[in-house]
Structures are given as structure tokens and as C-alpha cells.
């Protein structure tokens, strides 16, 4: 089985949003939270809050919808990191989504989503931030990432207060979604995987309430 590597290393994906525009990370991010909108407008009756991966679905369509077609980045739903691939007889991991620039997709700012019953529920949300994001899974070329918590109950602040609480470090507000439930923390990424990958990691974390 041949081995996939992934050297060399590539500038990461924040050096490409910013030769886009000086603030192209809170663009993408700005298309997600207009497809969130979007998707609460319209209210779809197939779409089910219980099952992520229907909620998967409905966001990225309405997300691709808000995306400009003069955007230098593709917006794709599950891409594979292929960077990060162990063999090339193998699937790669795959975050639910991803902004790629169209000049090299091999970079990306991925972003993974999970269901949250309730503000207590934050095991599946913790496990996967530890072990695909800062263990390098996920953005193995980019110092930032997103987490999506699609909350069916409780209150935002307070879910926010637990996150902190089990990652024991801040949570900061992002100065351009002051009113929105989207709060940052920065970590170190020690892990071996990470050997070839920026040593820091800003993940945005966004609470979309679906009921």
C-alpha cells in the first residue's frame, strides 16, 4: 500500500484568506451564519434537528447559496482531508464541511458539526475538537477551524459557560459576531501528527439553536 504524505507544507489556509481580503476567515464564517438564517427562514419539512447528518445537508445548500460566485474559495460538504489519509487504499477523514481556495484545495478551513440535546450535551462536540482538530486530523494546514453546535435545547450562554468549563481555557468573543452565539479558543497542537502543521489553532465555535 503506498503511504500518503503530506510534505511539503503549503502556506496555510489564513495566509490565503488574507491575500483575499484582510478579513476573509469572518467572510466564510459570515456565509455560514447567512445560511443558518436562511435555513431558519424557510423551515424545510424534511429537515430533521435530531439527525445531523439531515441538518448537514440542508445548511451546506443554503450556505452555497450565500456564497458569491467571485468567491476564490469552493465550499464543499464531507471533503476529504487528504493530507491526512493514512494509505491511498483507505477513505480520508472527512470534516461535514470545508472552504478550500480553488488555486490548492490540498489547504483547507474545515469545519465539523454536532447535535446538542441539551447544554450538557458536549461529549461527541469535546472528542471531536480533541481528536480532529487539535490532534491534526482536520486543518493540518491551517491555524483555524470551526466547531458548529446545533443546540435543540437550553440557553447559549450557558452551554458556552460548560465548553469552557471542559476545555479549561477562554472563550473570547469574535469582535465581528458580537450578536451572534460565536465565541474562539486558541490551543497549542502538540500531538505527532501534527509535526508539519501550525503549532497554534484558533477554533470558532458557533451554537445554532434548531428546535
Not at 52 to 58: G, P, Q, R
Not at 109 to 119: G, R
Not at 165 to 183: E, M, Q
Request: charged fraction near 20%.
Amino acid at each position: 500500500m503506498m503511504a500518503v504524505t503530506n510534505s511539503p507544507t503549503p502556506p496555510d489556509f489564513a495566509t490565503f484568506a488574507t491575500t483575499w481580503q484582510n478579513d476573509g476567515i469572518t467572510r466564510l464564517l459570515r456565509y455560514v451564519w447567512e445560511g443558518y438564517d436562511e435555513l431558519c427562514r424557510q423551515k424545510p419539512e424534511a429537515l430533521n434537528p435530531l439527525d445531523e447528518v439531515s441538518v448537514n445537508l440542508h445548511l451546506a445548500i443554503q450556505i452555497e447559496q450565500k456564497k458569491p460566485k467571485n468567491c476564490p474559495f469552493a465550499f464543499v460538504h464531507t471533503p476529504p482531508e487528504l493530507a491526512t489519509r493514512l494509505t491511498s487504499s483507505r477513505p480520508a477523514p472527512a470534516p461535514d464541511f470545508g472552504f478550500l481556495p480553488l488555486n490548492n484545495p490540498r489547504v483547507m478551513f474545515p469545519l465539523e458539526a454536532k447535535v446538542l440535546k441539551t447544554e450538557w450535551d458536549l461529549s461527541k462536540y469535546l472528542k471531536a475538537l480533541r481528536t480532529s482538530f487539535l490532534q491534526c486530523r482536520y486543518a493540518p494546514y491551517s491555524t483555524d477551524g470551526a466547531m458548529i453546535g446545533y443546540l435543540l435545547s437550553g440557553d447559549d450562554e450557558v452551554t458556552f459557560r460548560k465548553l469552557k468549563s471542559k476545555l479549561r481555557t477562554n472563550l473570547g468573543v469574535h469582535p465581528d459576531f458580537l450578536l451572534r452565539p460565536h465565541r474562539v479558543s486558541h490551543h497549542l497542537r502538540k500531538h505527532k501528527r501534527c509535526k508539519n502543521s501550525p503549532a497554534t489553532f484558533c477554533c470558532h465555535h458557533l451554537l445554532m439553536a434548531f428546535s
